[in-house]
Nanobody
Framework: QVQLVESGGGLVQAGGSLRLSCAAS????????MGWFRQAPGKERELVAA????????YYTDSVKGRFTISRDNPKNTVYLQMNSLKPEDTAVYYC????????????????????WGQGTQVTVSS
């Protein structure tokens, strides 16, 4: 079982930047692919970005391509989400999640593909 704790959320103006961190503990391993999801009020939780266990492969949803960057530091058991050029529509609670596969895989966009979740961190982008 992996325990995940997110940090780095906050209030930022449109066009600004934030970096989210996800610290993992417990049975951590570089073989775990990781994902960042977000959920806005009244909307379903959606995958924003995912990264393979080695960090060599990343996936981004279309709306954040070119603005967000996912990375990981396996010796520190930490995954990051650098968010630049933020827009009001990026406002949501952001969650990190781990799945027991090293590859991102075909099902990486599914909430059900992940076995461990953090508590979430609020990101609010003002216009």
């Amino acid at each position: 079982q992996v325990q995940l704790v997110e940090s780095g959320g906050g209030l930022v103006q449109a066009g600004g930047s934030l970096r989210l961190s996800c610290a993992a503990s417990g049975r951590t391993s570089s073989s775990y692919a990781m994902g960042w999801f977000r959920q806005a009020p009244g909307k379903e939780r959606e995958l924003v970005a995912a990264i393979s266990g080695s960090g060599g492969t990343a996936y981004y949803t279309d709306s954040v391509k070119g603005r967000f960057t996912i990375s990981r530091d396996n010796p520190k058991n930490t995954v990051y989400l650098q968010m630049n050029s933020l827009k009001p529509e990026d406002t949501a609670v952001y969650y990190c999640a781990a799945r027991t596969h090293s590859n991102i895989g075909s099902y990486a966009t599914l909430v059900s593909a992940y076995t461990s979740w953090g508590q979430g961190t609020q990101v609010t982008v003002s216009s």
